[in-house]
């Protein structure tokens, strides 16, 4: 009994494609929605940005769970050096669209992993081309709602997978949790998988 409680894991988030994710790999979790404050300072960069908020729902999980493994990301889109967060309504979905559209832009995925004392915290970035897109193609994905709650307004396992012309890096980092990496990671830390 007490190996089991070594090897639990806890994933912090609510996202239902993290979740999907994990329970491809096989590997029995629990689910802990946080509620951490996910307000930056505005000076921090795309990459320490998601290295911090990962770490931030990481640690609050972890309070509850001091003897699991807890693992938290944090996902963004980066255009010019710039976050492009989950659009505020419609207008602002297809006004985001509309920026990325036959451009390249960056997925950043931040992963923190925390277990007792020790914590490992890392990001994946993935390179993301973009075709060009017309305004009724970015109108009608947008009335799909499918891009609401999304990093950059749309979802690449989804139909806004049909934007995306070129992708360079882990593709599940840009759905919302870098696998082959965080599996490497937790093995470093100390998971048996």
């Given at each position: ?64 769970f001091p003897d699991s493994f807890v693992v938290a990301a944090d996902t963004v889109v980066v255009l010019d050096g ?16 509309g920026l990325l559209s036959g451009r390249t832009h960056h997925v950043l995925t931040g992963v923190s992993i925390l ?12 390179e993301v081309v973009f075709w060009d897109l017309s305004s009724e193609e970015i109108q009608s994905y947008a009335e ?50």
């Amino acid at each position: 009994m007490h190996a089991h409680l070594e090897q639990h894991l806890i994933l912090a988030s609510g996202s239902p494609r993290r979740k999907e994710i994990l329970e491809n790999l096989r590997i029995p979790f629990n689910v802990m929605i946080t509620d951490a404050d996910e307000s930056i300072d505005p000076g921090l960069s795309p990459e320490d940005a998601v290295q911090y908020l990962a770490a931030k729902k990481a640690r609050h999980a972890a309070a509850a769970f001091p003897d699991s493994f807890v693992v938290a990301a944090d996902t963004v889109v980066v255009l010019d050096g710039r976050i492009l967060g989950k659009p505020e309504d419609e207008q602002d979905a297809i006004r985001t669209l509309g920026l990325l559209s036959g451009r390249t832009h960056h997925v950043l995925t931040g992963v923190s992993i925390l277990k007792g004392t020790k914590e490992k915290t890392f990001y994946v970035s993935t390179e993301v081309v973009f075709w060009d897109l017309s305004s009724e193609e970015i109108q009608s994905y947008a009335e799909t709602g499918e891009p609401l709650d999304k990093a950059g307004s749309y979802g690449i396992q989804g139909l806004g997978g049909l934007f995306v012309k070129e992708i360079k890096g882990d593709y599940f980092s840009v759905v919302g949790l870098p696998a082959s990496r965080l599996i490497r990671e937790l093995r470093e830390i100390g998971f048996s998988v």
